[in-house]
């Protein structure tokens, strides 16, 4: 897996704070081959994303796509959108910074591509610990019912 980052010089992302833990992350799950593309975005852009393909009319922080199987794909098997404004107000919720909040949602949503979910308990028990093991104290508690 490859991951290509776009957007991130526009949001002032420095993507170089990504590379242990997406180390980590291939380590703990058996990762697709090809491209991944990691799209930084505003709340409005992720909010128009969240509308077409969710049906919620609402900016969230991380969206993943798997092309995996697409017949018009090319190398790339999927996309993660994390919406950097998002990840602002959450990162002072969680009074962390904005770079853990970033990694944490990348991480959640390279997850997501390759078919981890948290729709139901054992699968969100599932995701938390693979999350868990590669950010440490930056996963924060598990909480049912996300």
């Known amino acids: 897996m490859k991951l290509a980052y776009l957007n991130a ?8 704070h990504f590379e242990p833990f997406v180390s980590l992350l291939m380590g ?13 975005v505003d709340d409005a852009e992720i909010q128009q994303l969240n ?23 090319s190398e790339v098997f999927g996309e993660v959108y994390v919406s950097v404004e998002t990840a602002q107000r959450q990162a002072v919720d969680h009074k ?9 949602l990348v991480v959640h949503g390279i997850l ?3 078919g981890y979910d948290h ?3 054992e699968e969100y028990r599932e995701m938390y610990a693979v999350e868990k093991a590669v950010l440490g104290e930056i996963a924060g508690e598990m909480v049912f019912g996300c």
């Open 9 to 16: 010089d526009e949001f002032k992302v420095d993507v170089t």
């Open 28 to 40: 703990e799950v058996e990762c697709l081959n090809g491209v991944l593309n990691v799209i930084f």
């Open 51 to 73: 509308r077409e393909y969710r049906d919620k009319d609402r900016p969230t922080d991380v969206l993943s796509f798997n092309y995996e199987g697409d017949m018009n794909a």
């Open 96 to 104: 962390h910074s904005l770079h853990d909040e970033l990694v944490k």
């Open 112 to 114: 997501h591509v390759h």
């Open 119 to 121: 729709e139901e308990d």
